[in-house]
C-alpha cells in the first residue's frame, strides 16, 4: 500500500520559514520523481517544484530563489524549504510521486500553509 505523508505546514507570517516534509512508504522511492503542488483556496493546483531522481530540479518562478526541494533517499522522504513566505504562498500543498515508466502517481493529503501579513 502506497501512502504519502506531509508534515510540517501550519501558520507563520509573512517573512518567515517552514520546511514540509514527505514521507513516502510502498514505493521504490529512488526511482520516483518527487513534486510539490499547491493549491489555493478557489484556484487551481499548481506545480510548486520537482526533483528527479536523475537531479534535474525545477521551482515555478514564483517560488526561485525561496524554495528549495531536496530528497533524502536513505530516508525515503522529500523536503521543502521555504523561505521568505509571502501571504500568496497560502495554499494546501501536496506531495506527488511519479514513475513514468510504470505509469503510476501517487498523492499526498496534503498540508495546510497559512502565512499572515
Known amino acids: 500500500q502506497v501512502q504519502l505523508v506531509e508534515s510540517g505546514g501550519g501558520l507563520v507570517q509573512a517573512g518567515g520559514s517552514l520546511r514540509l516534509s514527505c514521507a513516502a512508504s510502498?514505493?521504490?522511492?529512488?526511482?520516483?520523481?518527487m513534486a510539490w503542488y499547491r493549491q489555493a483556496p478557489g484556484k487551481q493546483r499548481e506545480l510548486v517544484a520537482v526533483?528527479?531522481?536523475?537531479?534535474?530540479?525545477y521551482y515555478a518562478d514564483s517560488v526561485k530563489g525561496r524554495f528549495t526541494i531536496s530528497k533524502d533517499n536513505a530516508k525515503n522522504t522529500v523536503y521543502l524549504q521555504m523561505n521568505s513566505l509571502a501571504p500568496e504562498d497560502t495554499a494546501v500543498y501536496y506531495c506527488?510521486?511519479?514513475?513514468?515508466?510504470?505509469?503510476?502517481?501517487?498523492w499526498g493529503q496534503g498540508t495546510q500553509v497559512t502565512v499572515s501579513s
Open positions: 510502498g514505493i521504490i522511492f529512488s526511482l520516483n520523481t
Open positions: 526533483k528527479d531522481n536523475g537531479g534535474y530540479t
Open positions: 506527488n510521486a511519479e514513475r513514468k515508466s510504470r505509469g503510476t502517481s501517487y
